[in-house]
């Protein structure tokens, strides 16, 4: 049985899989949805903005610092910890130790380099796989 367990738990941590088996590219789906709050497919500048820095702020200082993320995060998407951490600080442009619309302004000329301020699944799909620690495992099936 416990060797099933780790057995189970070596063959996820190859595929990239989180710690409720999730990959990245069915945790960024899960984002995406919870980002695009007019449903209209497509994730605007403002969605963003309020999605990764307003909405996980717990102390309304207009920043998300790593904690709030780490903790938000980790319970929303099942990441572990420490990956969510790794991610938060890829995420962090300016490691500051804090999310602001500072570091998203940043991603946004690579998250959308038409300028039309509309992020699209599969610009957010590939910028996932470039900021997830665990991106990597499937960035060979783009
Ligand atoms: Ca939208
Ligand atoms: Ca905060
Ligand atoms: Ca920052």
């Known amino acids: 049985m416990i060797t099933y367990f780790l057995l189970t738990i070596v063959i996820e941590a190859a595929l990239g899989a989180n710690t ?3 990959t990245v590219d069915q945790v960024t789906a899960l ?3 919870d980002m695009d709050d007019d449903h209209d ?13 307003f909405r996980w702020d717990q102390n309304f200082d207009l920043q998300v610092s790593q904690e709030e993320f780490v903790n938000f995060w980790a319970d929303t998407y099942h990441d572990d910890h420490a990956t969510t951490a790794a991610f938060f600080y890829n995420l962090d442009f300016n490691h500051d ?3 602001t619309t ?9 998250l959308d380099p038409n300028g039309d301020r509309q992020v699209s699944d599969a610009e957010f799909k590939h910028f996932m796989h470039v900021m997830h620690p665990h991106g990597h495992f499937q960035s060979q099936t783009d």
């Open 20 to 22: 409720h088996g999730l």
């Open 31 to 33: 984002v995406m949805l």
């Open 41 to 53: 497919g497509h994730v605007s500048e403002g969605e963003l903005m309020l999605e990764l820095v």
């Open 97 to 99: 130790n804090h999310l």
């Open 102 to 110: 500072d570091d998203i302004s940043h991603h946004l000329r690579v």
